[in-house]
């Protein structure tokens, strides 16, 4: 069973930074790609980035295009979220997700979910 635990969230000021952790269990980390998501209160789910089985490949949403940086340690079967240069409007609660076999960056691609972390930036 897959298992997926994020962590690093908090509360923070406009233009800090944080760096979101999320722990895989269950399978073979490395054969999977990875997503972060989020939502905000009121708003659906939000697609944030995703990356590759083997790190190579990584997309973003144009909205934390250049302030985000998503990237795998698949020796520690762990993905992160770097967050830089934050604004209010970053404020959502952050899922990291497993997608089955597709590149995919709609949320019903991804199967598993981890409990989400809080992220508020206050102005």
């Known amino acids: 069973q897959v298992q997926l635990v994020e962590s690093g969230g908090g509360l923070v000021q406009t233009g800090d930074s944080l760096k979101l952790s999320c722990a895989f269990s269950?399978?073979?980390?490395?054969?999977?790609?990875m997503g972060w998501f989020r939502q905000a209160p009121g708003k659906e789910r939000e697609f944030i980035a995703r990356?590759?089985?083997?790190?190579?490949?990584?997309t973003y949403a144009n909205s934390v295009k250049g302030r985000f940086t998503i990237s795998r340690d698949n020796a520690k079967n762990t993905v992160y979220l770097q967050m830089n240069s934050l604004k209010p409007e970053d404020t959502a609660v952050y899922y990291c997700?497993?997608?089955?076999?597709?590149?995919?960056?709609?949320?019903?691609?991804?199967?598993?979910w981890g409990q989400g972390t809080q992220v508020t930036v206050s102005s």
């Open positions: 990356i590759s089985g083997n790190g190579g490949t990584t």
């Open positions: 269950g399978r073979t980390f490395s054969l999977y790609v």
């Open positions: 997700a497993v997608a089955g076999t597709t590149w995919s960056t709609i949320p019903s691609a991804y199967p598993y």
